[in-house]
Structure formats: structure tokens, C-alpha cells
């Protein structure tokens, strides 16, 4: 009887654990659905519109392979948009980044309507590598709302480019 309970609890515990490190999701739980494969409403926050707010050298760069915010190094740069919502339900919200080897690591929140969500920027092989992360999901009515992305940890000494955030249902 004790060999089951002990089965069963190490069981639960992997679980859990699993949760906390799969979701992307902000919370520490993961989700029983992930963004839709083709969704209906997509909004997408471009690099060139974010107001940037900075001390150091965050910028937006565009060039041939190139559109994104970039030079970011501090946990103080902030970058800001408005969402405009038509639809009411939940939004999945993407960012897409890319990471030079030589600096994954960073911790970055993804706050919106007062709930934040996270990623961690990972290796995506160079600085014109993107890819998209799943920073979670949240639920919003139609309205604007105020969007901020914020590096919490800096691994290195760059936490990544930013091309975009997508929000889609």
C-alpha cells in the first residue's frame, strides 16, 4: 500500500513539474490548449510603433534583415504599445525574438491589462534567427490597453531582438 502511495505522490510530483517548465504561460501552470493552429483574429504589435523608454541604447533597427527593437541590455528599457481590441475573448500572445548564441538566458514580462505573462529568450542562432515564443495566453474585452515588455533577469549582455508580439484567438 505504502509502494502505491509513494508511486502515485512521485507521479503527481513529476506532473507538476512539468507544468511549470512547459506552459510558457507566465503563471507556472501549463495550459490544456496552445494557441490555434488558424486563428481568427490576429493583432500584431510591430517594433517600428513600440515607444521605447531607455537609459542605454534600445532602439528600433530596420535594415535588409532587419525590423525589430534591438541593443536591448537593460532591465529598465521598457517598450510600450496600445492594443486596440474589436473582439472580446482569449488571446494567445507570440513574440518573436532572436538570440546571438552568446546570450540566451534572459527573462522577459509581457504585461497586459495588469497580467503578466513570461519567456525566456533562447539560442535561436543568430541575431536574424527568429522564432516564436508562447508567452501565454489572456482574456480581454473589446478596448485599448496598455502593452509592456520588460527584461526582469539580463543573462548577458544583450536579452534579445524583438520583431513583434502577436495576439491571436
Aim: with cysteine; hydrophobic share 40%.
Amino acid at each position: 500500500m505504502k509502494k502505491n502511495f509513494f508511486l502515485t505522490v512521485i507521479a503527481v510530483l513529476a506532473f507538476v513539474v512539468s507544468c511549470g517548465t512547459t506552459g510558457g504561460g507566465g503563471d507556472g501552470m501549463a495550459s490544456s490548449t496552445e494557441p490555434p493552429a488558424n486563428p481568427t483574429t490576429v493583432i500584431k504589435l510591430q517594433a517600428a510603433d513600440a515607444k521605447l523608454t531607455t537609459n542605454a541604447q534600445l532602439q528600433y533597427e530596420q535594415s535588409a534583415d532587419r525590423d525589430n527593437i534591438g541593443w536591448w541590455e537593460k532591465t529598465d528599457d521598457l517598450i510600450d504599445w496600445t492594443l486596440e481590441v474589436k473582439e472580446a475573448g482569449t488571446y494567445w500572445v507570440m513574440a518573436r525574438v532572436s538570440c546571438d548564441p552568446q546570450f540566451p538566458g534572459s527573462e522577459v514580462n509581457v504585461t497586459v491589462n495588469n497580467k503578466v505573462l513570461n519567456f525566456t529568450v533562447p539560442d535561436t542562432g543568430s541575431w536574424t534567427d527568429y522564432v516564436m515564443l508562447n508567452c501565454g495566453s489572456v482574456d480581454l474585452k473589446p478596448g485599448s490597453y496598455p502593452v509592456r515588455v520588460q527584461a526582469t533577469k539580463v543573462a548577458s549582455r544583450f536579452v534579445c531582438n524583438l520583431a513583434y508580439l502577436s495576439f491571436m484567438k
